[in-house]
């Protein structure tokens, strides 16, 4: 008996061992793969102070904390200053940067039978200084409200689905409105499209990424094309299957990458802050959906679901993604510097409250 007892000792010690390394193992082949994403999109920005920023950003919104000032907070800076240059004056293509990330995500999902889903989502405000923000109809906040709306782009297949594109709409009314368009900072060639335009443009973009291309010859290596041959039944059940998944990509992606929490007010600072949400989501869905296809049978022999991204971004805080940092002297700085900005103002709105009560 006591034989056994040492025995059993011994494999579970061994067990134990074996679950560690793969643990490390696990741990190696994520932040290898979040830094190949960042290789990938690096040369979207021209300095390697901006490259070291969204890297830095990413692993923020990856944290505990999803807003502009406590980003900056979780991963060190004493003030939120050098991530508002970041979003709002710094020299980068973020639109590159969603393409570099959409191809590398294709490259990783491709399963030779991908379907392009297209849906928009919308954003309460609690003010119209926001750029797009009026009264107008959207499903996810429960009908006609002050918000946001954006129409997003799915791509899903066999293996995995993620988000790829997104496009801000501007309603008519805030198009032909030149102060809001001077105070948000939106483009002059930016002019009204409805949401059906808006969504075209982002599954014709989507389809010029997803040819392939050789990276110095230019060559491509296959055809995505359209038919309008009859399709066989089970293929349209297939495609009409898959459309719940952008509903799934907007929940998550704004419950894990921060879409739609940036609290940002100008065209420029909603496409920059969004284009990193897309980068922190596509590395979660790609990384989980690699897992997915390793582990999937283990995970049913060991009457486990397959690893979600909710689940994954536990397993990465701590590990991949370093802890925010809350050491006492941190902590108080920001909480100086906070009540002395909100200080600040609060001044600023009663001159403005007394001003305007003065002209009426």
Not at 86 to 91: C, G, I, K, N, T
Not at 237 to 249: K, L, S
Request: overall charge neutral.
């Amino acid at each position: 008996m006591g034989g056994c007892r040492i025995h059993d000792r011994f494999v579970e010690q061994n067990n134990e061992a074996t679950a560690a390394a793969a643990t490390v193992a696990d741990d190696d082949a994520r932040a290898a793969l979040l830094a190949d994403l960042l290789a990938q999109v690096a040369g979207c920005f021209p300095r390697r102070e901006t490259r070291q920023t969204c890297a830095q950003m990413v692993n923020g919104l990856l944290m505990e904390d999803q807003n502009c000032w406590t980003i900056a907070e979780a991963i060190g800076y004493r003030r939120p200053y050098r991530l508002h240059h970041f979003l709002s004056r710094a020299v980068r293509d973020e639109e590159l940067l969603v393409d570099a990330a959409a191809g590398w995500a294709a490259d990783r999902l491709g399963d030779g039978d991908g379907v392009l889903i297209i849906d928009e989502t919308g954003d309460g405000k609690s003010s119209a200084d926001a750029a797009g923000a009026a009264r107008q109809y959207s499903g996810s906040v429960g009908g006609v409200a002050l918000c946001q709306v954006m129409v997003t782009l799915t791509y899903a297949t066999g293996c995995g689905h993620t988000l790829l594109g997104r496009a801000l709409y501007l309603p008519d009314a805030r198009a032909a409105d030149e102060e809001h368009r001077e105070l948000t900072g939106i483009p002059d060639e930016v002019m009204f499209a409805t949401r059906p335009e808006l969504a075209g443009g982002l599954a014709e973009h989507a389809l010029e990424l997803l040819v392939r291309r050789h990276r110095y010859t230019r060559k491509l290596s296959f055809y995505r094309c359209w038919t309008s041959q009859p399709a066989p039944l089970s293929r349209l059940i297939h495609v009409a299957t898959v459309r719940w998944r952008i509903e799934e990509d907007h929940q998550i992606a704004k419950q894990t990458a921060g879409l739609y929490k940036g609290q940002v007010t100008c065209w420029s600072s909603w496409h920059r802050w969004t284009a990193i949400c897309l980068l922190a989501y596509i590395f979660l869905t790609v990384a989980a959906a690699l897992e997915r296809r390793r582990d999937g049978a283990a995970s049913a022999a060991a009457q486990m679901i397959d690893v979600t991204v909710p689940e994954l971004l536990r397993l990465l805080r701590g590990t991949v993604i370093p802890p925010p940092c809350r050491d006492r002297g941190h902590v108080l700085d920001w909480s100086h510097w906070r009540r002395e900005h909100q200080h600040r103002a609060r001044q600023a709105h009663q001159r403005w409250n007394a001003y305007a009560d003065a002209v009426a």
